[in-house]
Structures are given as C-alpha cells and as structure tokens.
C-alpha cells in the first residue's frame, strides 16, 4: 500500500487532489458505517481517497444528588487520506461511544476508524463532571472539539468547535441549572456534526443529554438532580473511500 504526498510513496492526510484524480469524479464509492471486513479494490493500484469520520464520545451521568451535571463527550478526529492498494484491506468502524446510564459514571469512547494501517481516533468520553479531552492524532486531522463541562448549581459549558478552539465556541449548548442542580456539559463537534446539548438540572430529576448530531460529535452530558439524568451517546461514525481508476 502506498500514500501519496509531496514526494514518492508519502503519506498525505488531508492533502490537495492528486493531480491524476480526474474532475469527473470517482468511478466508485463505498461507505461503510459499522463493523469490520475486508474492502477490495476495483482497480489494482488505482488512485483512491479514504475519508475517516470516526464517532464521538458518550456523555457522563452525575452522582445522585450532586449538584454539578455530567461531563459532555468530546468530538472525534477526521482525516482524509489518498493512496493506492494493490489488494484488499482490513476495514473497522467503531461503535458510538454510549451514554452513561450508571449514576456517578462517565460514558464510553467512540470506536476508532480503520483501512488497513490508517487510522482515525474517536471522541473520547465525558466524566462524571468533566467534559472529554479534544483527541489529536498528528497534522492533516482535524482535532475534535472537547465536551463542556457540568455546571456546579450552574449551566453547564458549551462543548467546543473541532480545530483546537476555546472552551465554549461549539453548537453543542450546556443545560440549565434549576432547584439547586446544575445541568450537562455539551457535547464537542465534529468538522461533520454538533455535539448534543447537555441535560437541564432539576429538582426532582435530572434531564439526560442528548445525543451528538449527524456523525463524529459528542453527547451532552446528564442534568444534575437528586436523581440525575443520564449522559447522551456521542454520533455515529463511518468510513467512506473514493476510488478513481489507473491514473
């Protein structure tokens, strides 16, 4: 298998069109949204653009009774790859990262993504209070935006956009505090999806955090309540390759 780049053979994530891949567009598109297999090529050798979009983190469920929402999760790391195979390769689309629906415990990871020996990391998971860590992978991935933190007897934080942004510039919101609790930190976002808001605060109980939008963002974490709301799942994830033949 050979990545292409500035020079012979490179590896080139995320790269300007190979002067070969014609305007036309590719003779065949797969896309693959979940499980493993084998993907074969329908030209040996031929030009190909492998586009990861692994799924992002699961939101954190607070402790009954405590006054500061769920972490959110965070958004997962896309890349786009170009290279030529001149066999089958092993693919793997990683599950979302689940919710939590356990009191005082965070959520699960989002699945990575693979193609043989390419590789893209998912969201990572939102804590019992505090938001998922931003994932990074190396130049040419975009970094997913970091899950918002709960709000102590206050609105959560707002998860952040992808590229390494501040604190609070993402589209996943956090919720609202009331009775005394605080609400879900939101979910990071993705280049392809928003993170999901977190959950309102109550004082009975706590409202859960929605899931990430379209593909790759993070859940919201759960509301704060005597009995809290659970953390939302982060989106779903896939991998789509372009194939364009022996040029």
Not at 75 to 100: E, H, K, M, N, Q
Not at 135 to 141: D, F, L, N, Q, S
Request: glycine residues 34%; charged residues 5%; aromatic residues 6%.
């Amino acid at each position: 298998m050979n990545f292409l780049g500035p020079g012979a053979h490179q590896f080139s994530p995320n790269s300007m069109r190979p002067a070969g891949a014609d305007a036309s567009g590719p003779i065949r598109t797969t896309r693959y949204t979940s499980g493993t297999g084998t993907w074969t090529p329908a030209v040996p050798g031929g030009l190909c653009e492998a586009v990861f979009v692994p799924p992002g983190g699961g939101g954190g469920r607070p402790a009954n009774a405590s006054t500061t929402g769920g972490g959110a999760g965070s958004a997962s790391a896309p890349v786009s790859i170009w290279f030529r195979a001149d066999a089958g390769l092993t693919y793997v689309v990683g599950a979302p990262g689940a919710g939590s629906v356990t009191a005082g415990v965070g959520g699960s990871d989002g699945g990575n993504v693979r193609l043989g020996s390419m590789f893209a990391p998912g969201g990572k998971a939102g804590g019992v209070s505090i938001g998922g860590v931003a994932p990074t992978a190396g130049p040419g991935w975009v970094a997913g935006g970091k899950g918002g933190d709960g709000g102590n007897n206050a609105t959560g934080g707002t998860g952040s956009a992808p590229g390494g942004m501040a604190a609070s510039t993402g589209l996943g919101t956090g919720g609202a505090a009331a009775g005394g609790y605080g609400g879900g930190g939101g979910g990071g976002d993705s280049l392809y999806g928003a993170g999901g808001a977190g959950g309102a605060g109550s004082g009975a109980v706590g409202a859960a955090g929605s899931p990430g939008a379209n593909y790759g963002g993070g859940g919201g974490g759960g509301g704060a309540g005597p009995t809290s709301g659970p953390g939302g799942d982060g989106g779903a994830g896939y991998l789509e390759i372009r194939e364009y033949g022996n040029v």
